[in-house]
């Protein structure tokens, strides 16, 4: 499965992010969409979508988009949540589920700052994609894509636009 990450997009997937995601399976993305359901819709309809909720987006947006998901991926289980943190400063909603379902990945958003980190003590990669929108204290847009095969997370790319 070949994966395309984002979150923070904060009302905004414009042409250079849509380019970067084109090759991929799915996106998954990470919360703070901006725009409720029309931006989450325009997202799905360019391809399949595993999102949640972050901070900023509205009610109605958490029908389809819940606070947290954990599913699996070719071999791999994930746990997406918007508010997340890192190994050592995780945060107290986020460590909770980590604990409870012992992902292989944890995937998160909020900050706006890309950073892919191993957790050695929980044997799990945290990602981050940071924002692929405009709104924010962040410099530059980011997003990530890498593929999943048979339990193993490889090629990872990132792609960086400045704001």
Not at 60 to 78: Q, S
Not at 125 to 149: K, W
Request: glycine share 10%; charged share 20%; hydrophobic share 40%.
């Amino acid at each position: 499965m070949y994966i395309g990450l984002i979150s923070d997009t904060h009302g905004v997937f414009d042409a250079p992010f849509r380019d970067f995601l084109e090759p991929v399976d799915q996106i998954w993305h990470a919360g703070d969409f901006g725009g409720g359901l029309t931006l989450a819709a325009v997202i799905a309809q360019f391809k399949p979508l595993v999102g949640v909720a972050g901070n900023c987006d509205n009610f109605n947006l958490r029908y389809e988009h819940p606070i947290h998901r954990f599913f699996e991926c070719e071999g791999m289980k994930i746990l997406m949540t918007h508010i997340g943190g890192y190994p050592g400063k995780y945060d107290r909603n986020a460590l909770q589920l980590i604990d409870r379902y012992q992902p292989d990945i944890f995937v998160c958003g909020h900050s706006h700052i890309l950073k892919v980190v191993r957790d050695e003590k929980r044997n799990m990669l945290v990602i981050n994609p940071g924002a692929a929108g405009i709104q924010g204290f962040h410099l530059v847009r980011t997003a990530l894509r890498f593929h999943i095969d048979q339990g193993r997370i490889h090629d990872m790319e990132v792609f960086e636009l400045d704001k």
